[in-house]
């Protein structure tokens, strides 16, 4: 069964940095590439950045420059650090594997201006 573990978010203000992690199980988390997606109130989920297996990365234009995705093989856990948060990054953050439908609870990012 797979599951994912968001964690991390929090309330912080305009400026300031957090650091997401996800934590997976069920899959060999090594072979499989990752997502970072995000869902605010009333918004569709979109895309944030993506990490590939051999650690390539990409990013949504709204973040790039401001967060970094990173894997850690050995704890199964993709990290999304995000600096010079805006209140436009307010939502719901998730994690999801590439080659499955699962989706964790997902971590609330709230950025007060």
């Known amino acids: 069964q797979v599951q994912l573990v968001e964690s991390g978010g929090g309330l912080v203000q305009a400026g300031g940095s957090l650091r997401l992690s996800c934590t997976v199980s069920?899959?060999?988390?090594?072979?499989?590439?990752m997502n970072w997606y995000r869902q605010a109130p009333g918004k569709q989920r979109e895309w944030v950045a993506y990490?590939?297996?051999?650690?390539?990365?990409n990013y949504a234009d709204s973040v790039k420059g401001r967060f970094t995705i990173s894997r850690d093989n050995a704890k199964s856990t993709v990290h999304l650090q995000m600096n010079s948060l805006k209140p436009e990054d307010t939502a719901v953050y998730y994690c999801?594997?590439?080659?499955?439908?699962?989706w964790g609870q997902g971590t609330q990012v709230t950025v007060s201006s």
């Open positions: 990490i590939s297996v051999g650690g390539s990365t």
């Open positions: 069920g899959v060999t988390f090594s072979i499989n590439a």
């Open positions: 999801s594997i590439v080659l499955y439908n699962s």
